[in-house]
């Protein structure tokens, strides 16, 4: 380990300050961990030659640094930062506060992948009462000068000074009111002097001092402030959500302003080169005339098209910029084709014009939804900008959920009470609810909630989050809430602007009509409905692209997928979605069917074998006739079946009324009944008497479900001439002669089948591997199991000695301080749990090579832990039936990565 002085010595030598823009690049588009996106994509744009104001960026090891030495900056950053900005200087031939033509400032954060709106930026810094005259004079514009000061002081305040942003909007309104306008615009030099003559006054009896004049001091409170908004509660959650590390820190960019609040020949916008939403390779954005860019993403200003189709297509009126600014608009567009090519994926724009000139300020690669996300790729595969393997890796697993979900019916009908903006995809329906925690609340008491604001901030992250849908009175498509909710996959509704939302009381009215707190919506994120009541909804209907981009992952994926299934109709939707096979077929869920349940509560509270069989004899033929109809759906294809698992208590009556059927059924007494219930009680039931020690302790059982099986698959083989391939799990095994019992009570029952229907089925015998034990011993299960199952449900809690149905009373702390880097019950435990899968697959294949090797548990859907069952080389993963196409593009994904 290094000493404190060779540690000092290197940070000193570390260079922390990269310059891009006026002909020099010291950056590079690849060096996103060093420079954040932003960063790295400004210096990518300056490399290729398109229009991008220079500036610098204070690089994310600084940030790091920050944190590390206690919210400090060292000198040797003060001299980067001094040479970056004479570097802007150099090329704008302004100067920073010069009280003749000054040179303004942006800071803005810019973390290795995007965080919209979930950091802080600050816009016109290098403004104070002397620049903002000199600014006014250089730009022949006063009114433009005072507007810019005004803004920068309202968001400087917020940002850095930690004030109250409510009291400058209050005052900006009152000013407007005042004077009978509607829009900022109108407001002359001298109203908006007089506004910032307010604002100052808010500062001072806020803030206790007067208003920061010195730019340097404005400069390092925006760079300390940017890196403090890493450690922000909405950054925490955001992070959190999207399973960012903490430690990748942000990045800081200082950049030349440039401004399109200078009159009708400039404006500012948001652009996608493709639709977002539906993928279609068309030019997708918005903008405004005489904006800065904070007024297009917090939809305060009602933005217009970037196209004439667009424009027309939605019936506005305003001219869209291809219109209003036709050669700007020209120069944009060859701007769009060639970030496209060059970056080879859909790109998402900001971008300014300041007096007829262009300025290129972010391009990164943009969030879509998972509809779009198959559309792009595979267009672009079709297209040959990318190979068909690249459109495979550029789909996230997880977005398909978007995908995989009942939308509305169209035939239902519809109580349409206004019309937003299609600002995200989907139908979503719950109680309405004004506020982020309250959303939260509910949602974690159960509810389905549909979260009604007038406008998102970043501040309502966790609500969104827990939220079904997202209704907003205001915002364009390039809004906080349409951009944060097309990533989270979230219908959302924006810019319903017939609706009035009163947070305070809880109510939302629009037509005559009231909206409270707690009543039902729906809302149709595709048309930008909003609907009071429930509306009926449709399965998806997964074709096209979908099917498209499925052919290819299942082309290169290694990873056989199937379903954890246990009814005929979660097989078939697991077959139209691909399974290749039951992973895991649970057949205590058959016992729970009230037809069946008191002929099971009759065979558990039975004294002795005799009692228990006579009830069984009873759920025989039940059990045939499930497993007849799942080998039917599944035909020819692998079943594995676990034979009953759960502890007892759950099956037994608790009712009078229940203990009563029982009697009648067996003869005996309602209270002998309870006395048998009491001696079969249990403290610690889940590490208790199931799994497998039911079969040694009550072996009929076993043998009556391996009869059921095998009696099943001759019938099924029988009638398709296609028969079926029985797995039977042996579920809780800890040791080699457990297993070697059970497989005894199987191959007996197989026997006994196969000579009265004088057929034969092919078929295996295994195990559940889901005890540290198991895993340990599994060179010696392994003589005897044919196939291993890993139970990481199970494994996870035995492992880790935390049960999985207390763990959310803490799991979250746990993960937010680091503890566990994920809940390791929704992704597997690498490192513990994983070890001893590892050490399972070895010693199993090292005993019987070729054992067939697969998940069951949850974490077979997940595709981080797919990723590592690539790497261990299992033979497949069972998901729910929802999750197989997920699992099937994430086992693809992993084929890939193990290649690279």
């Not at 005996?668 to 208790?688: C, I, K, T, W, Y």
Request: glycine share 10%; proline share 4%.
């Amino acid at each position: 380990m290094a000493s404190a002085s060779t540690r000092d010595r290197t940070q000193a030598d570390e260079r922390y300050v990269f310059r891009f823009g006026g002909g020099r690049t010291d950056g590079q588009g690849r060096s996103k961990e060093l420079l954040g996106g932003k960063g790295a994509n400004l210096a990518e744009m300056a490399s290729i030659g398109l229009p991008v104001p220079p500036g610098f960026t204070v690089s994310t090891a600084m940030c790091t640094r920050f944190y590390d030495e206690g919210e400090h900056f060292p000198d040797s950053l003060r001299a980067e930062v001094a040479d970056g900005i004479a570097h802007i200087e150099a090329v704008t031939g302004k100067r920073f506060g010069d009280a003749a033509d000054p040179l303004l400032v942006s800071v803005r954060s810019g973390a290795r992948v995007s965080m919209p709106g979930m950091m802080d930026t600050v816009l016109n810094l290098g403004l104070n009462d002397q620049t903002v005259e000199g600014l006014a004079r250089a730009s022949g514009d006063d009114r433009f000068a005072w507007d810019s000061y005004r803004r920068f002081i309202q968001m400087y305040a917020d940002v850095v000074l930690g004030l109250d942003h409510h009291g400058f909007e209050e005052a900006l309104e009152v000013a407007k009111e005042d004077r009978g306008f509607t829009l900022d615009t109108e407001l002359s030099a001298a109203e908006l002097r007089e506004l910032v003559d307010e604002y100052k006054a808010l500062v001072r009896n806020e803030w206790g001092r007067d208003f920061p004049q010195n730019v340097q001091d404005q400069l390092w409170g925006a760079i300390g402030a940017v890196f403090g908004s890493w450690q922000s509660e909405r950054a925490k959650v955001y992070r959190r959500l999207h399973d960012i590390p903490a430690s990748w820190g942000t990045a800081v960019n200082v950049q030349a302003m440039v401004f399109g609040n200078m009159g009708d020949t400039s404006a500012t916008g948001v652009a996608f080169t493709r639709d977002p939403s539906t993928g279609a390779n068309a030019f997708y954005g918005e903008f405004l005339i005489n904006a800065q860019g904070e007024d297009v993403v917090a939809g305060i200003r009602t933005p217009q098209y970037l196209t004439r189709a667009a424009r027309e297509a939605a019936g506005a009126k305003a001219a869209s910029m291809e219109e209003a600014m036709p050669a700007v608009y020209a120069e944009l567009a060859d701007v769009f084709r060639t970030l496209e090519t060059h970056y080879r994926d859909m790109q998402d724009i900001e971008f300014t014009v300041e007096r007829a000139k262009l300025w290129m300020l972010q391009t990164r690669s943009g969030k879509r939804t998972a509809k779009a996300a198959l559309k792009i790729a595979v267009d672009m595969a079709n297209e040959g900008l990318i190979t068909r393997e690249e459109a495979v890796a550029r789909v996230d697993p997880n977005a398909l959920d978007q995908l995989l979900h009942p939308t509305l019916d169209p035939n239902a009908r519809r109580d349409v009470i206004a019309k937003g903006l299609p600002a995200s995809p989907g139908a979503a329906c719950g109680q309405a609810v004004f506020d982020a925690d309250t959303a939260e609340r509910w949602a974690a008491d159960g509810k389905a909630v549909i979260l009604i604001r007038t406008e998102t901030s970043p501040e309502d992250i966790h609500g969104m989050h827990a939220a079904r849908g997202i209704l907003t009175a205001r915002g364009g498509m390039t809004s906080h809430a349409a951009v944060v909710a097309r990533g989270m996959g979230r219908p959302c509704v924006s810019g319903a602007g017939t609706i009035s939302i009163d947070a305070k009381v809880g109510v939302m009215r629009v037509g005559g009509r009231e909206v409270r707190q707690g009543d039902t919506l729906t809302l149709d994120g595709s048309t930008g409905e909003v609907m009071a009541g429930e509306v009926a909804t449709v399965q998806p209907e997964l074709a096209g692209d979908f099917g498209v981009l499925m052919g290819w992952a299942d082309q290169v994926r290694r990873l056989r997928v199937r379903a954890n299934a246990e009814t005929p109709n979660d097989c078939k939707v697991a077959r139209d979605f691909g399974a290749e096979g039951v992973g895991l077929c649970r057949t205590e869920h058959m016992f729970f069917d009230a037809a069946r349940i008191t002929a099971v509560r009759e065979m558990i509270l039975a004294s002795d074998e005799a009692g228990r069989r006579v009830a069984l004899a009873k759920l025989l033929p039940e059990q045939q006739g499930d497993f007849a109809e799942i080998f039917l759906v599944m035909a020819g294809l692998p079943v594995t079946i676990r034979l009953l698992d759960p502890p007892l208590h759950e099956f037994l009556p608790h009712e009078e009324a229940e203990f009563e059927e029982v009697a009648k059924a067996t003869g005996l007494s309602v209270e002998a009944l309870q006395r048998r219930a009491a001696e079969l009680h249990e403290f610690n039931p889940m590490l208790g008497h199931r799994g497998c020690r039911l079969g040694v302790t009550y072996p009929e059982i076993y043998e009556m479900q391996a009869r059921a099986i095998f009696e099943a698959a001759i019938e099924v083989a029988e009638k398709t001439g296609r028969a079926p391939i029985p797995e039977v799990m042996i579920p809780l095994v800890g040791t080699r002669r457990e297993l070697e019992l059970m497989k005894a009570v199987v191959d007996k029952a197989a026997a006994a089948v196969f000579t009265e229907r004088g057929r034969t089925v092919d078929y295996l015998v295994g195990t559940m591997i889901e005890l540290p034990r198991a895993a340990l011993k599994a060179g010696e299960i392994a003589e005897v199991g044919e196939f291993f199952s890993f139970g990481t449900n199970d494994l996870t809690q035995t492992t880790l000695g935390v049960s999985r149905d207390d763990a959310a009373r803490f799991l979250g702390a746990y993960v937010e301080q680091g503890i566990y880097a994920r809940d390791p019950f929704v992704s597997l435990d690498v490192e513990g749990v994983g070890e001893l899968v590892t050490l399972a697959a070895e010693r199993g294949r090292a005993t019987r090579p070729g054992i067939k090797l697969g998940i069951c548990g949850e974490h077979g859907g997940d595709p981080a832990s797919i990723t590592f069952c690539e790497a261990v080389g299992l033979d497949y993963v069972s998901a729910s039936p929802y999750r197989v196409p997920i699992a099937r593009l994430a086992a693809a994904q992993a084929a890939l990565n193990a290649r690279r």
